[in-house]
């Protein structure tokens, strides 16, 4: 992986990182992507069929049954290297963000200590009736269970398509993209607003925008540099060449 003298310059002298990630982070755990196709037994549905208040209203049980199955997916996943580097990064650079679309938590899992999530978090259960996070409830053999406080089905703690992201989370990842110095936007297809935004609105802003993906993307033209491999070989590289 032949990495640029010119940005490894830029990255080592920059205080101000901020990191979009997506999917593409944690392919390398066996967490597959969205766009890619899906394995098993979801072959036959579409994400955007699935991952909707419609869908959750008129297929309760389905809905629910496919986020058990990716919970458990990702339950038995480990972070990769990419995830290790990016932990490691925030360790050593002064004013560090990290953004991502990713539901997983295996970020957390390597040890990042701040993540943005935008789009909600897998293990996370809330009512949604009432739109409030729930952490335990009986287990009746109901599917999907019922909130312990209003009897309304419970959901995964996830951003559906056609729902708002969470204001305060949108907020701080707009901020990470306009007031940082270096931006890498790592294994997203750059399709999915208003994340798929944020590596413009760090360009506009001024910042030296890298992105990390084996494949181009409606992005790649735009970027500064592209370094075109997986995340968990390029980010380890990256770190390398930069401290020892
Ligand atoms: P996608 O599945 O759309 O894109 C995954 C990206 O990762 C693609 O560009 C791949 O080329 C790239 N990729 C694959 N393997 C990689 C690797 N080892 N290293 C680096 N990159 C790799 O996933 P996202 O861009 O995250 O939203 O999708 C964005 C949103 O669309 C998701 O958060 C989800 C989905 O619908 C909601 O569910 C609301």
Known sequence: MTIPAALLARLAAATRWTVLTGAGVSQESGVPTFRDAQTGLWARYRVEELATPEAFRQQPRLVWEWY??????????????????????????PH?????????????????????????????????????????????????PRCPRCGGPLRPDVVWFGELLPPAELEEAWQASTTCEVFLSV?????????????????????TVVEVNPTPTPFTDQAHYVLAGPAGVVLPELLARLWT
């Open 187 to 207: 294994g997203t297809s750059t399709v999915v607003y208003p994340a798929a935004a944020l590596p413009s609105e760090a360009l506009r802003s001024g910042a």
């Open 68 to 93: 058990a199955w990716r919970r458990e997916l990702v339950a038995a996943a480990k972070p990769n290297p990419a995830h290790v580097a990016l932990a490691q990064l925030e360790a050593r650079v």
């Open 96 to 144: 560090f963000r990290l953004v991502t679309q990713n539901v997983d938590g295996l970020h957390q899992r390597a040890g990042s200590r701040r993540v943005i999530e935008l789009h909600g978090n897998i293990t996370r259960t809330k009512c949604f009736a009432e739109d409030v996070p729930v952490a335990t409830w009986p287990e009746t053999g109901e599917v999907p």
